[in-house]
């Protein structure tokens, strides 16, 4: 009975995993549109005019921007190369991302698995470990990127925290490997640029790698020999190289950076809800302590949940993103467990009722995030089960192209100006914070002017001389210059009452 269990799962879970990545690749191909997606389209946008110094993403100035990574600068490279259209490429990145996450699974959690394994079982692993990736979170729906749920990757996928982390997996299964070996310098100074890319691309998720590669050293058997220490940290320092002589951006003055906490204070709310059907994976990782205090899922999970405590205590709610850290090695730990070494009965049994928690816990993940099905399909044609749990796709901003072209300047509110430089367009003020701009506050402060309620009307004409606006887009609720003012020409409307217009003149 407990073999045919076994095998059931051994079967079950590639099948499952093969139908999860053909709805992410389906979800890449329709790419539906996020809010953060704005900027990482910008990003490339600004790369293909300009590859040299492309200047601030989203505003018309000539800054340094921490959106231009090694990763952004091949996708511009590649849109300028090819011509093809900068979604185009942003799908291109996506499938990449998720070959690397997909492989780098594959990889790291081969390290953990005898190497007499057969292939179907490493298949097994690898397929379950990535289910309690992807479903392995809570019954409350969340989205973050960096954090690799489902129902976050699928509005996430193309976005360069996918393709670190993806990365990051490869970067851990080539340190464990090399740590194993005893490599020499060479292969240590290759991982030393390997983590340099990965913080570049994405700060908060190289931090996790950093975290990953800490637990992996420290967890290391044998200890490392002296000469292994000097060989890491000569790797160390060539990544820090590499990381002070980026040309892009100062990634040091990240650490200077102010302005992040309110934003990030919600990564500590409603914990349970997020996370509870991670307890298996707790749990698994309690099995590993006790068989090996040193055992490094169990030394990342311990740092990730340290950092993202003291992020708590000390009111530097930033520090939550350092949360993959935990939550990864939990539910690695969980896939790993249920295909760990069986001796005795005992055994046997303990880990086939853990199985049966397991796949109960991933059958709960997979309905709750069930409506990243509404990316890919129809409502009409969901189960009503399902479609009640229907995201639908988020809109872009392709209804103001037809006028709005590459470089002209657009006011909005926030949520507008996160996505409309995606086409090209630069807007007032940064949809995002941007610690590289000098006159950032004066440019949020000028937007609220303009669609402040009671401003009169030559404050509003002063933010629009002063920034050059050519285009403003504003809902039906928001305050600004009257339609009918002769200073404007009403173009066309979008949706969700939302109205283009053109500043035509300045009349007095």
């Known amino acids: 009975m407990r073999a045919a269990s076994n095998a059931a799962l051994k079967a079950a879970a590639p099948l499952v995993l093969l139908l999860l990545v053909v709805l992410l690749v389906a979800v890449a191909i329709r790419l539906p549109w996020a809010g953060d997606l704005g900027i990482h389209a910008a990003t490339v946008e600004r790369l293909r005019h300009d590859l040299l110094d492309p200047g601030n993403p989203l505003v018309d100035e000539k800054t340094p921007s921490p959106y231009y990574s090694p990763w952004t600068v091949f996708l511009g490279v590649l849109a300028d190369a090819t011509g093809l259209g900068t979604f185009t490429v942003l799908r291109i990145a996506a499938l990449i991302s998720l070959t690397l996450l997909v492989t780098g699974v594959w990889r790291f959690t081969g390290t953990f698995t005898e190497a007499s394994a057969s292939r179907s079982r490493r298949t097994a692993v690898t397929a379950l470990v990535l289910l309690c990736l992807l479903l392995l979170w809570g019954t409350s729906l969340f989205k973050w990127s960096g954090f690799l749920g489902l129902n976050s990757l699928a509005l996430t996928v193309s976005y360069p925290s996918t393709f670190a982390l993806g990365l990051s997996f490869h970067f851990w299964a080539l340190l464990r490997g090399a740590l194993a070996r005893g490599s020499g310098m060479p292969g240590f100074l290759g991982l030393g640029l390997l983590w340099s890319m990965i913080l570049l ?11 990953g590669a800490l637990a992996m050293v420290a967890g290391a058997r044998p200890w490392p020999a002296r000469a292994m220490w000097a060989r890491l940290v000569a790797g160390l320092a060539l990544g820090a190289v590499v990381l002070a002589a980026w040309p892009y951006y100062s990634f040091f003055d990240l650490f200077h950076a102010q302005g992040l906490e309110e934003i990030h204070q919600a990564l500590y709310r409603n914990l349970p809800g997020r996370y509870w059907l991670l ?44 949360l993959p850290a935990a939550v990864i090695p939990a539910q690695v730990a969980a896939g790993l467990e249920v295909f760990g070494a069986q001796r005795g009965a005992g055994r046997k049994a303990a880990r086939t009722a853990f199985a049966a928690v397991l796949g109960a816990a991933l059958l709960a993940g997979a309905w709750t995030q069930s409506g990243v099905l509404g990316y890919v399909v129809p409502r009409d044609l969901l189960p009503k089960p399902v479609a009640d749990h229907y995201e639908p796709p988020w809109r872009g901003y392709y ?66 001389r002063r920034y050059e606006v050519r285009w403003i887009v504003s809902h039906r609720d928001d305050a600004g210059l009257a339609a ?16 283009l217009y053109e500043v035509v003149g300045d009349p007095r």
Request: hydrophobic fraction near 45%.
């Open 484 to 499: 009918t003012d002769p200073a404007l020409h009403k173009v066309t409307t979008g949706p969700g009452g939302q109205t």
């Open 399 to 464: 209804w103001v192209t037809p006028w709005v072209k590459y470089g002209d300047v657009v006011l909005a509110t926030d949520f507008p100006a996160r996505q409309i430089p995606a086409y090209g367009p630069y807007t007032v003020a940064p949809g995002y914070p941007d610690f590289f701009l000098p006159d950032e506050a004066a440019r949020a402060s000028a937007v609220g002017t303009y669609f402040a309620p009671g401003t009169e009307r030559a404050a509003r004409l002063d933010v629009l």
């Open 279 to 322: 307890l298996p994976g707790v749990f698994a990782l309690v099995l590993r302590w006790r068989r090996d205090r040193r055992d490094p899922l169990v030394v990342f999970f311990a740092l990730g949940v340290l950092m993202f405590a003291a992020g708590w205590v000390s009111g530097h709610y930033s520090w939550g993103r350092i």
């Open 201 to 211: 691309s994405h700060q908060f998720s190289g931090v996790v790698a950093s975290f």
